[in-house]
T-cell receptor, first 111, second 115 residues
Framework: DAKTTQPTSMDCAEGRAANLPCNHS???????VYWYRQIHSQGPQYIIH???NNETNEMASLIITEDRKSSTLILPHATLRDTAVYYC????????????FGQGTRLTINP | DAGVTQSPTHLIKTRGQQVTLRCSPK?????VSWYQQALGQGPQFIFQ???????QRGNFPDRFSGHQFPNYSSELNVNALLLGDSALYLC??????????????FGPGTRLTVL
Protein backbone atom coordinates (compact mmCIF):
# COMPACT_ATOMS: atom_id res chain seq x y z
CA ASP A 1 0.00 0.00 0.00
CA ALA A 2 1.04 3.55 -0.69
CA LYS A 3 2.40 5.42 2.30
CA THR A 4 1.05 8.75 1.10
CA THR A 5 -2.31 10.50 0.91
CA GLN A 6 -3.13 13.05 -1.78
CA PRO A 7 -6.28 14.86 -2.89
CA THR A 8 -7.96 13.14 -5.81
CA SER A 9 -8.11 16.22 -8.00
CA MET A 10 -7.23 19.90 -8.12
CA ASP A 11 -7.70 22.78 -10.51
CA CYS A 12 -5.43 25.75 -11.12
CA ALA A 13 -5.53 28.73 -13.47
CA GLU A 14 -2.84 29.02 -16.09
CA GLY A 15 0.00 31.27 -14.95
CA ARG A 16 -0.77 30.82 -11.27
CA ALA A 17 1.16 28.71 -8.80
CA ALA A 18 -0.13 25.17 -8.35
CA ASN A 19 0.34 23.80 -4.83
CA LEU A 20 -0.11 20.06 -4.49
CA PRO A 21 -0.19 18.67 -0.93
CA CYS A 22 0.85 15.23 0.24
CA ASN A 23 0.57 13.58 3.66
CA HIS A 24 3.13 10.97 4.66
CA SER A 25 2.74 10.74 8.42
CA UNK A 26 4.46 7.34 8.71
CA UNK A 27 7.62 8.34 6.85
CA UNK A 28 10.77 6.87 8.35
CA UNK A 29 14.05 8.65 8.90
CA UNK A 30 15.71 7.03 5.89
CA UNK A 31 12.94 7.74 3.42
CA UNK A 32 12.92 10.55 0.92
CA VAL A 33 9.90 12.22 -0.65
CA TYR A 34 9.71 11.86 -4.43
CA TRP A 35 7.33 13.43 -6.89
CA TYR A 36 6.52 12.02 -10.31
CA ARG A 37 3.91 13.10 -12.79
CA GLN A 38 2.17 11.28 -15.60
CA ILE A 39 0.86 13.16 -18.56
CA HIS A 40 -1.93 11.38 -20.39
CA SER A 41 -0.77 8.31 -22.34
CA GLN A 42 2.87 8.72 -21.27
CA GLY A 43 5.06 7.02 -18.69
CA PRO A 44 5.62 8.73 -15.33
CA GLN A 45 8.26 11.45 -15.24
CA TYR A 46 10.47 12.30 -12.27
CA ILE A 47 10.03 15.85 -10.97
CA ILE A 48 11.90 16.35 -7.72
CA HIS A 49 12.84 14.70 -4.45
CA UNK A 50 13.91 15.75 -0.95
CA UNK A 51 14.75 14.53 2.53
CA UNK A 52 14.04 17.39 4.91
CA ASN A 53 15.22 20.61 3.33
CA ASN A 54 13.26 22.54 0.76
CA GLU A 55 14.35 21.76 -2.76
CA THR A 56 14.03 23.58 -6.06
CA ASN A 57 14.87 22.66 -9.62
CA GLU A 58 13.89 23.88 -13.06
CA MET A 59 10.54 22.14 -12.86
CA ALA A 60 9.25 22.71 -9.35
CA SER A 61 9.85 23.40 -5.68
CA LEU A 62 9.34 20.95 -2.84
CA ILE A 63 8.48 22.14 0.64
CA ILE A 64 8.75 19.53 3.41
CA THR A 65 7.42 20.31 6.88
CA GLU A 66 9.82 20.24 9.78
CA ASP A 67 8.29 17.05 11.19
CA ARG A 68 8.45 15.55 7.67
CA LYS A 69 4.88 14.30 7.90
CA SER A 70 3.71 16.30 4.91
CA SER A 71 5.00 18.13 1.88
CA THR A 72 3.86 20.42 -0.91
CA LEU A 73 4.91 20.39 -4.53
CA ILE A 74 4.82 23.85 -6.07
CA LEU A 75 4.65 24.54 -9.80
CA PRO A 76 5.36 28.28 -9.75
CA HIS A 77 3.79 29.31 -13.06
CA ALA A 78 1.52 26.52 -14.22
CA THR A 79 0.96 26.03 -17.94
CA LEU A 80 -1.56 23.89 -19.81
CA ARG A 81 1.21 21.33 -20.34
CA ASP A 82 1.36 20.78 -16.58
CA THR A 83 -2.04 19.07 -16.69
CA ALA A 84 -1.25 15.57 -15.43
CA VAL A 85 -1.59 13.12 -12.56
CA TYR A 86 0.96 13.91 -9.84
CA TYR A 87 2.23 11.16 -7.57
CA CYS A 88 3.90 11.65 -4.20
CA UNK A 89 6.04 8.66 -3.15
CA UNK A 90 8.21 8.00 -0.12
CA UNK A 91 11.05 5.53 -0.31
CA UNK A 92 14.65 4.93 0.58
CA UNK A 93 16.97 6.38 -2.05
CA UNK A 94 19.63 3.72 -2.35
CA UNK A 95 19.70 0.69 -4.54
CA UNK A 96 16.79 0.62 -6.95
CA UNK A 97 13.88 0.44 -4.58
CA UNK A 98 10.50 -0.07 -6.17
CA UNK A 99 8.13 2.85 -6.48
CA UNK A 100 4.81 2.40 -4.68
CA PHE A 101 2.26 4.59 -6.43
CA GLY A 102 -1.00 5.69 -4.89
CA GLN A 103 -3.90 7.21 -6.78
CA GLY A 104 -2.16 10.54 -7.18
CA THR A 105 -3.69 13.99 -7.73
CA ARG A 106 -5.20 14.80 -11.08
CA LEU A 107 -4.17 18.42 -11.68
CA THR A 108 -6.05 20.34 -14.35
CA ILE A 109 -4.67 23.67 -15.51
CA ASN A 110 -7.42 25.88 -16.88
CA PRO A 111 -6.85 28.64 -19.46
CA ASP B 1 20.85 9.59 -25.99
CA ALA B 2 17.76 7.40 -26.30
CA GLY B 3 15.61 7.05 -23.25
CA VAL B 4 13.71 3.94 -22.26
CA THR B 5 12.08 2.28 -25.24
CA GLN B 6 9.33 -0.32 -25.24
CA SER B 7 7.78 -2.51 -27.91
CA PRO B 8 5.22 -3.00 -29.14
CA THR B 9 3.20 0.14 -28.52
CA HIS B 10 -0.13 -1.64 -28.62
CA LEU B 11 -1.11 -5.30 -28.52
CA ILE B 12 -4.39 -7.19 -28.69
CA LYS B 13 -4.61 -10.77 -27.45
CA THR B 14 -7.35 -13.21 -26.53
CA ARG B 15 -7.87 -14.97 -23.24
CA GLY B 16 -5.52 -17.88 -22.65
CA GLN B 17 -2.83 -16.62 -24.99
CA GLN B 18 0.69 -15.68 -24.03
CA VAL B 19 2.39 -12.33 -24.60
CA THR B 20 5.95 -10.98 -24.53
CA LEU B 21 6.72 -7.31 -24.02
CA ARG B 22 10.15 -5.81 -24.52
CA CYS B 23 12.10 -2.99 -22.94
CA SER B 24 15.45 -1.35 -23.63
CA PRO B 25 16.76 0.71 -20.70
CA LYS B 26 18.26 4.16 -20.85
CA UNK B 27 21.91 4.11 -21.86
CA UNK B 28 24.13 3.36 -18.87
CA UNK B 29 21.36 1.90 -16.72
CA UNK B 30 21.61 -1.62 -15.38
CA UNK B 31 18.28 -2.20 -13.65
CA VAL B 32 14.87 -2.68 -15.19
CA SER B 33 11.57 -2.61 -13.35
CA TRP B 34 8.14 -3.47 -14.74
CA TYR B 35 4.85 -1.94 -13.66
CA GLN B 36 1.24 -2.64 -14.56
CA GLN B 37 -1.19 0.27 -14.74
CA ALA B 38 -4.89 -0.48 -14.96
CA LEU B 39 -7.17 2.22 -16.28
CA GLY B 40 -7.62 5.00 -13.74
CA GLN B 41 -5.12 3.53 -11.28
CA GLY B 42 -1.53 4.25 -10.35
CA PRO B 43 1.19 1.90 -11.63
CA GLN B 44 1.68 -1.30 -9.64
CA PHE B 45 5.14 -2.87 -9.30
CA ILE B 46 5.49 -6.29 -10.92
CA PHE B 47 9.19 -7.11 -10.57
CA GLN B 48 12.70 -5.83 -11.03
CA UNK B 49 15.75 -7.29 -12.75
CA UNK B 50 19.39 -6.61 -12.02
CA UNK B 51 22.38 -8.66 -13.19
CA UNK B 52 19.98 -10.90 -15.12
CA UNK B 53 18.17 -11.96 -11.95
CA UNK B 54 14.82 -11.09 -10.44
CA UNK B 55 15.64 -9.01 -7.36
CA GLN B 56 12.27 -7.81 -6.14
CA ARG B 57 8.75 -8.95 -6.90
CA GLY B 58 5.38 -7.42 -6.28
CA ASN B 59 2.12 -9.21 -5.61
CA PHE B 60 1.67 -10.78 -9.03
CA PRO B 61 1.07 -14.47 -9.87
CA ASP B 62 3.62 -16.74 -11.46
CA ARG B 63 1.92 -16.22 -14.82
CA PHE B 64 4.03 -13.06 -14.91
CA SER B 65 7.68 -13.79 -15.58
CA GLY B 66 10.60 -11.92 -16.97
CA HIS B 67 14.10 -11.99 -18.21
CA GLN B 68 17.05 -9.64 -18.44
CA PHE B 69 19.69 -10.01 -21.10
CA PRO B 70 23.43 -9.25 -20.85
CA ASN B 71 22.86 -5.92 -22.61
CA TYR B 72 20.42 -5.01 -19.78
CA SER B 73 17.32 -5.13 -21.98
CA SER B 74 14.38 -7.01 -20.55
CA GLU B 75 11.27 -8.96 -21.44
CA LEU B 76 8.02 -9.37 -19.58
CA ASN B 77 6.06 -12.54 -20.30
CA VAL B 78 2.47 -13.15 -19.30
CA ASN B 79 0.95 -16.61 -19.74
CA ALA B 80 -2.69 -17.70 -19.79
CA LEU B 81 -3.94 -14.17 -20.29
CA LEU B 82 -7.02 -13.03 -18.40
CA LEU B 83 -9.33 -10.15 -19.19
CA GLY B 84 -7.99 -8.45 -16.06
CA ASP B 85 -4.50 -8.36 -17.54
CA SER B 86 -5.62 -5.59 -19.87
CA ALA B 87 -3.51 -2.61 -18.84
CA LEU B 88 -0.64 -0.31 -19.70
CA TYR B 89 2.65 -2.06 -18.99
CA LEU B 90 5.45 0.30 -18.07
CA CYS B 91 9.16 -0.34 -17.99
CA UNK B 92 11.48 1.79 -15.87
CA UNK B 93 15.26 1.78 -15.78
CA UNK B 94 17.72 3.00 -13.18
CA UNK B 95 21.30 2.59 -12.01
CA UNK B 96 21.42 0.47 -8.89
CA UNK B 97 24.74 1.77 -7.67
CA UNK B 98 23.82 5.42 -8.02
CA UNK B 99 24.76 7.17 -4.81
CA UNK B 100 22.22 9.93 -5.18
CA UNK B 101 18.50 9.93 -5.57
CA UNK B 102 18.27 7.01 -7.93
CA UNK B 103 15.71 8.48 -10.29
CA UNK B 104 13.80 5.97 -12.37
CA UNK B 105 13.17 6.69 -16.03
CA PHE B 106 10.00 5.31 -17.55
CA GLY B 107 9.24 4.26 -21.08
CA PRO B 108 6.01 5.16 -22.89
CA GLY B 109 4.46 1.80 -22.09
CA THR B 110 2.78 -1.02 -24.00
CA ARG B 111 -1.01 -0.98 -24.06
CA LEU B 112 -2.23 -4.60 -23.80
CA THR B 113 -5.86 -5.41 -24.50
CA VAL B 114 -7.14 -8.91 -23.75
CA LEU B 115 -10.40 -9.88 -25.44
Amino acid sequence: DAKTTQPTSMDCAEGRAANLPCNHSTISGNEYVYWYRQIHSQGPQYIIHGLKNNETNEMASLIITEDRKSSTLILPHATLRDTAVYYCIVKEPWGAQKLVFGQGTRLTINP
Amino acid sequence: DAGVTQSPTHLIKTRGQQVTLRCSPKSGHDTVSWYQQALGQGPQFIFQYYEEEERQRGNFPDRFSGHQFPNYSSELNVNALLLGDSALYLCASSLVLASSYNEQFFGPGTRLTVL
